[in-house]
T-cell receptor
Framework: DAEITQSPRHKITETGRQVTLACHQT?????MFWYRQDLGHGLRLIHY???????NKGEVSDGYSVSRSNTEDLPLTLESAASSQTSVYFC?????????????FGPGTRLTVT | AQSVAQPEDQVNVAEGNPLTVKCTYS??????LFWYVQYPNRGLQFLLK??????LVKGSYGFEAEFNKSQTSFHLKKPSALVSDSALYFC???????????FGKGTMLLVSP
C-alpha cells in the first residue's frame, strides 16, 4: 500500500544545530507540504512543493528550508535550531493541481530544541 | 485572504447523542472545504470534502457535513456519537483555484460513555 513516512519520529537537539527531517511518500504525488502543529495555532504551513525542483514558502518559513530533487522526498532542514522551533512537524502529499484533492499526512516528527 | 474559524475548543457529547462540530470560513472565491481527524500521536486523516454539487457531503465513519453558502459554514455532524469518535477535528479551506490549504485551530471532541 502507498504511504507517507517521516523520520525520525522523535528528535532532541540543541540550539544552533542544523537538523533535517525526512519525508518520503510512495503515492507518486506531485504536491508535498510541511506543516508544524502547535497548541492554539492548529497547523501552519512551512514550505510546499508542486513538483521536482519546485519549492515555495508558506506562512511560517523563516529558519526552514526544503529541496525537491525527486518525486518521493521533501526533506525539511532547520538551518540553526531555535527553541521556538520545538513543535510537531507533519509532512503531507496530494495529487493534481486543481486544489480539490485531499492531502495525505505522515505520522509526524516531534522535535524538541533545548 | 482565506481563513477558517472553529469557535469551540472542545465539544462534549454523550455516546449515542448527535454531535456537531462547527466551522465557518472566509474566502474571496468559491471554497473548497475539508474535514480531517487526528487521533492521539497520529497524523491527520481525511474525513470528507466539499468541492461542488450537493450541499450535504457524506464521509468516513458515518460523518457528514453541510455546506451553507449564505452562512459561510461547513459544520461536521454525526447522528449518533461513539466513544471512539473522541479525537481532534480540523476544518480546512482553500479558495477555488490553487491556493494552499488553511486549517482551523482544531476542536477536541470528547464522547463520554
Amino acid at each position: 500500500d502507498a504511504e507517507i513516512t517521516q523520520s525520525p519520529r522523535h528528535k532532541i537537539t540543541e540550539t544552533g544545530r542544523q537538523v533535517t527531517l525526512a519525508c518520503h511518500q510512495t503515492w507518486n504525488h506531485n504536491n508535498m507540504f510541511w506543516y508544524r502543529q502547535d497548541l492554539g495555532h492548529g497547523l501552519r504551513l512551512i514550505h510546499y512543493s508542486y513538483g521536482v525542483q519546485d519549492t515555495n514558502k508558506g506562512e511560517v518559513s523563516d529558519g526552514y528550508s526544503v529541496s525537491r530533487s525527486n518525486t518521493e522526498d521533501l526533506p525539511l532542514t532547520l538551518e540553526s535550531a531555535a527553541s521556538s522551533q520545538t513543535s510537531v512537524y507533519f509532512c503531507a502529499s496530494s495529487e493534481g493541481r486543481t486544489g480539490s484533492s485531499e492531502q495525505y499526512f505522515g505520522p509526524g516528527t516531534r522535535l524538541t530544541v533545548t | 485572504a482565506q481563513s477558517v474559524a472553529q469557535p469551540e475548543d472542545q465539544v462534549n457529547v454523550a455516546e449515542g447523542n448527535p454531535l456537531t462540530v462547527k466551522c465557518t470560513y472566509s474566502v474571496s472565491g468559491n471554497p473548497y472545504l475539508f474535514w480531517y481527524v487526528q487521533y492521539p500521536n497520529r497524523g491527520l486523516q481525511f474525513l470528507l470534502k466539499y468541492i461542488t454539487g450537493d450541499n450535504l457531503v457524506k464521509g468516513s465513519y458515518g460523518f457528514e457535513a453541510e455546506f451553507n453558502k449564505s452562512q459561510t459554514s461547513f459544520h461536521l455532524k454525526k447522528p449518533s456519537a461513539l466513544v471512539s469518535d473522541s479525537a481532534l477535528y480540523f476544518c480546512a479551506v482553500r479558495d477555488g483555484g490553487y491556493s494552499t490549504l488553511t486549517f482551523g485551530k482544531g476542536t477536541m471532541l470528547l464522547v463520554s460513555p
